[in-house]
């Protein structure tokens, strides 16, 4: 009977539990190894300061929509405020009560002034926007009959901060 030896007089005096401990740990030396090195860099990346930004914090209040002179088109205008130290986005305000609505903002040229839709409008950080006939505004196009004291539901949609529900009161309309 022929046995298989080891020629490696290293491998042969050293006990078998010492063979199984370097496995182990050079096996678990890769793992180790990488959690530590991502520890450190999200440990630097939020020593820099640009991790963890702190959200927007929108409110929004004085929601109101004017009852129109006639039936073709009014607007609704919010105050809204940031308390948070990021910037958030109104991408869109919705209703499913009135007709199309749509971001706008009064633009004179040569004199004259006339409505342009929106994309969006940012809402800075710390800071508070307040909607009025001579800026910006919701345009409504073709509402229903709306009278003083009404109350109308209106979605306003955020970038960061999602859907803010609200609802507006009708108010008469001013020059």
């Given at each position: 009977?022929?046995?298989?030896?080891?020629?490696?007089?290293?491998?042969?005096?050293?006990?078998?539990?010492?063979r199984?401990?370097?496995?182990?740990?050079?096996?678990?030396?890769?793992?180790?190894?990488?959690?530590?090195?991502?520890?450190?860099?999200?440990?630097?990346?939020?020593?820099?300061?640009?991790?963890?930004?702190?959200?927007?914090?929108?409110?929004?209040?004085?929601?109101?929509?004017f009852?129109?002179?006639?039936?073709?088109?009014?607007?609704?205008?919010?105050?809204?405020?940031?308390?948070?130290?990021?910037?958030?986005?109104?991408?869109?305000?919705?209703?499913t009560?009135?007709?199309?609505?749509?971001?706008?903002?009064?633009?004179?040229?040569?004199?004259?002034?006339?409505?342009?839709?929106?994309?969006?409008?940012?809402?800075?950080?710390?800071?508070?926007?307040?909607?009025?006939?001579?800026?910006?505004?919701?345009?409504?196009?073709?509402p229903?009959?709306?009278?003083v004291?009404?109350?109308?539901?209106?979605?306003?949609?955020?970038?960061?901060?999602?859907?803010?529900?609200?609802?507006?009161?009708?108010?008469?309309?001013?020059?």
């Amino acid at each position: 009977m022929n046995s298989v030896s080891s020629t490696d007089p290293a491998e042969r005096s050293s006990p078998p539990w010492r063979r199984v401990t370097a496995g182990v740990l050079s096996a678990a030396l890769v793992p180790v190894v990488t959690c530590v090195t991502a520890l450190m860099l999200l440990t630097a990346y939020t020593t820099t300061g640009a991790a963890g930004a702190p959200p927007a914090r929108i409110g929004v209040s004085n929601a109101r929509i004017f009852v129109p002179p006639n039936s073709e088109n009014t607007a609704a205008f919010f105050d809204i405020g940031n308390t948070g130290a990021a910037d958030d986005v109104l991408t869109s305000v919705s209703s499913t009560e009135l007709g199309v609505t749509m971001l706008g903002r009064r633009v004179t040229r040569d004199g004259a002034g006339h409505m342009e839709p929106l994309d969006s409008l940012t809402i800075p950080a710390r800071s508070r926007v307040n909607m009025t006939p001579y800026g910006v505004d919701v345009m409504v196009l073709d509402p229903p009959r709306l009278k003083v004291g009404d109350r109308v539901r209106f979605d306003l949609w955020f970038r960061d901060s999602g859907q803010v529900t609200v609802d507006a009161v009708t108010v008469p309309a001013r020059a």
